[in-house]
C-alpha cells in the first residue's frame, strides 16, 4: 500500500509539475486545497491514472470525491 | 510582414512572409477547446520560424477559431481537404521555398494523413499526435465531467443530446465527425509518407511512450520527448520554448 501511494504521490508530482518532492505530500493532504488542483489538473491525474495505473474509468463511474486525497486515489485504484 | 487573410473554405490564416525563405511551414492546430488553449504556443513557434528566416501559414480548421463552417456539420474530410487546401496557399505564396508541415495533436494526425497522399512536403512534424481518435473522445467527455462536477455548473453534468449532435465541452459534436474521430487509430492505418517526419511527444515523461515508438518505427520517423506542460489543455499560459528550441 505504501508503494502504490508513492508511486501515486510521484504520478501527481510529475504531471502537475508541482515543486514538492512526492515525500512531501500527506496521504490526507487534500489535494485540490494544498495544490491549487482545478478541473485541467484533475483531468491530467486522470489520465496518468489511466496510462500509468491501467485504471479506465467511464464518463458515468467518474467521481471527484475518490481524487480529493492521495488515500482516496489508492482505494480507487484497489476497488478496481 | 504579418498578413491574416481567408482563404479556401472561409478558412482564416495568419501568413508570416519572409523574402527568400527556403521553407514555408503550414501549422495545423489541434481540435476545438485544444486549439484554443494552443493558440498562443502555435503563434510563438510561427515567430520562431520567422526569426530563423522561415516562411508560416497559421490557420484555423473550419468550425474552429476565426474560419467560417458550423463545427456539428464538419467531417475530418472537411479538415483534411482544409489542410491541403493550407499546403496549397502557402506554396502559392512561397512558390520557391520547401513544404513542411508541423501539426499538433489532432492537426498532427491529419498532417500525417495529408502528407501521406502529397508528394510535396519536404518535412512534417508530428506534436503528440492524437493516435486513438475513440480515447481521445472519451477523454474529453471525461473532462466535461470533471469540470461539471468540481464547479457544480448548473445542468452541466447532464449531456445535452440532439438528434443531431452531443455536446462535447461545450463544442456540438456531429455524428459524422464522432464517427470519423472514433476510426481514427494512426497505429493501425498505413501510411506511405515521403517527408521526412519527426514525432514530438510532450509532457511529464522524459522516455517515449509505447504508442509513439510503435507510430516512429511504422514511418521510420525520428521521435523524442519534450518535458513540459502540455499546452494544448492549460488555461494559463505555459512556454513552449523547451519545444521550439527542439523544432
Same mark, same amino acid.
Do not use: H
Given at each position: 500500500?505504501?508503494?502504490?501511494?508513492?508511486?501515486?504521490?510521484?504520478?501527481?508530482?510529475?504531471?502537475?509539475?508541482?515543486?514538492?518532492?512526492?515525500?512531501?505530500?500527506?496521504?490526507?493532504?487534500?489535494?485540490?486545497?494544498?495544490? $491549487? %488542483? *482545478? &478541473?485541467?489538473?484533475?483531468?491530467?491525474?486522470?489520465? +496518468? #491514472?489511466?496510462?500509468?495505473?491501467?485504471?479506465?474509468?467511464?464518463?458515468?463511474?467518474? $467521481? %471527484? *470525491? &475518490?481524487?480529493?486525497?492521495?488515500?482516496?486515489?489508492? +482505494? #480507487?485504484?484497489?476497488?478496481? | 510582414?504579418?498578413?491574416?487573410?481567408?482563404?479556401?473554405?472561409?478558412?482564416?490564416?495568419?501568413?508570416?512572409?519572409?523574402?527568400?525563405?527556403?521553407?514555408?511551414?503550414?501549422?495545423?492546430?489541434?481540435?476545438?477547446?485544444?486549439?484554443?488553449?494552443?493558440?498562443?504556443?502555435?503563434?510563438?513557434?510561427?515567430?520562431?520560424?520567422?526569426?530563423?528566416?522561415?516562411?508560416?501559414?497559421?490557420?484555423?480548421?473550419?468550425?474552429?477559431?476565426?474560419?467560417?463552417?458550423?463545427?456539428?456539420?464538419?467531417?475530418?474530410?472537411?479538415?483534411?481537404?482544409?489542410?491541403?487546401?493550407?499546403?496549397?496557399?502557402?506554396?502559392?505564396?512561397?512558390?520557391?521555398?520547401?513544404?513542411?508541415?508541423?501539426?499538433?495533436?489532432?492537426?498532427?494526425?491529419?498532417?500525417?494523413?495529408?502528407?501521406?497522399?502529397?508528394?510535396?512536403?519536404?518535412?512534417?512534424?508530428?506534436?503528440?499526435?492524437?493516435?486513438?481518435?475513440?480515447?481521445?473522445?472519451?477523454?474529453?467527455?471525461?473532462?466535461?465531467?470533471?469540470?461539471?462536477?468540481?464547479?457544480?455548473?448548473?445542468?452541466?453534468?447532464?449531456?445535452?443530446?440532439?438528434?443531431?449532435?452531443?455536446?462535447?465541452?461545450?463544442?456540438?459534436?456531429?455524428?459524422?465527425?464522432?464517427?470519423?474521430?472514433?476510426?481514427?487509430?494512426?497505429?493501425?492505418?498505413?501510411?506511405?509518407?515521403?517527408?521526412?517526419?519527426?514525432?514530438?511527444?510532450?509532457?511529464?515523461?522524459?522516455?517515449?511512450?509505447?504508442?509513439?515508438?510503435?507510430?516512429?518505427?511504422?514511418?521510420?520517423?525520428?521521435?523524442?520527448?519534450?518535458?513540459?506542460?502540455?499546452?494544448?489543455?492549460?488555461?494559463?499560459?505555459?512556454?513552449?520554448?523547451?519545444?521550439?528550441?527542439?523544432?
Amino acid at each position: 500500500m505504501e508503494d502504490l501511494k508513492l508511486r501515486i504521490k510521484q504520478m501527481i508530482v510529475e504531471r502537475l509539475f508541482l515543486n514538492v518532492s512526492p515525500n512531501q505530500i500527506g496521504d490526507d493532504e487534500p489535494l485540490m486545497e494544498a495544490y $491549487n %488542483v *482545478d &478541473s485541467v489538473a484533475l483531468f491530467e491525474v486522470v489520465i +496518468g #491514472l489511466e496510462e500509468e495505473f491501467g485504471v479506465s474509468m467511464e464518463d458515468s463511474d467518474f $467521481n %471527484v *470525491d &475518490s481524487f480529493r486525497t492521495v488515500n482516496s486515489i489508492a +482505494g #480507487l485504484i484497489q476497488d478496481t | 510582414m504579418i498578413e491574416a487573410f481567408f482563404f479556401g473554405a472561409d478558412l482564416f490564416g495568419v501568413w508570416r512572409a519572409v523574402p527568400g525563405a527556403r521553407t514555408a511551414w503550414v501549422l495545423a492546430p489541434p481540435f476545438a477547446e485544444e486549439e484554443k488553449s494552443a493558440r498562443r504556443a502555435l503563434t510563438e513557434i510561427a515567430l520562431s520560424f520567422q526569426s530563423r528566416g522561415e516562411a508560416s501559414l497559421l490557420f484555423s480548421f473550419r468550425g474552429q477559431g476565426d474560419s467560417g463552417g458550423d463545427f456539428s456539420q464538419v467531417s475530418l474530410d472537411d479538415w483534411q481537404n482544409d489542410l491541403n487546401s493550407a499546403i496549397e496557399e502557402a506554396r502559392r505564396r512561397a512558390p520557391d521555398a520547401q513544404t513542411a508541415v508541423v501539426g499538433a495533436r489532432l492537426g498532427a494526425s491529419l498532417s500525417l494523413r495529408v502528407a501521406s497522399k502529397r508528394d510535396d512536403v519536404a518535412k512534417l512534424v508530428l506534436i503528440e499526435p492524437l493516435l486513438s481518435g475513440r480515447s481521445f473522445v472519451g477523454q474529453q467527455l471525461m473532462r466535461q465531467k470533471i469540470r461539471a462536477q468540481m464547479t457544480g455548473e448548473p445542468g452541466a453534468e447532464v449531456e445535452m443530446r440532439s438528434a443531431e449532435y452531443e455536446d462535447l465541452d461545450g463544442w456540438p459534436l456531429g455524428a459524422r465527425l464522432k464517427s470519423d474521430l472514433q476510426a481514427l487509430d494512426l497505429n493501425r492505418e498505413v501510411f506511405d509518407c515521403k517527408a521526412q517526419t519527426r514525432i514530438v511527444q510532450v509532457g511529464p515523461k522524459a522516455e517515449v511512450g509505447p504508442g509513439l515508438r510503435a507510430l516512429s518505427d511504422k514511418l521510420n520517423a525520428s521521435v523524442e520527448a519534450v518535458v513540459m506542460p502540455p499546452f494544448w489543455n492549460l488555461l494559463d499560459y505555459s512556454s513552449p520554448a523547451p519545444l521550439i528550441e527542439r523544432l
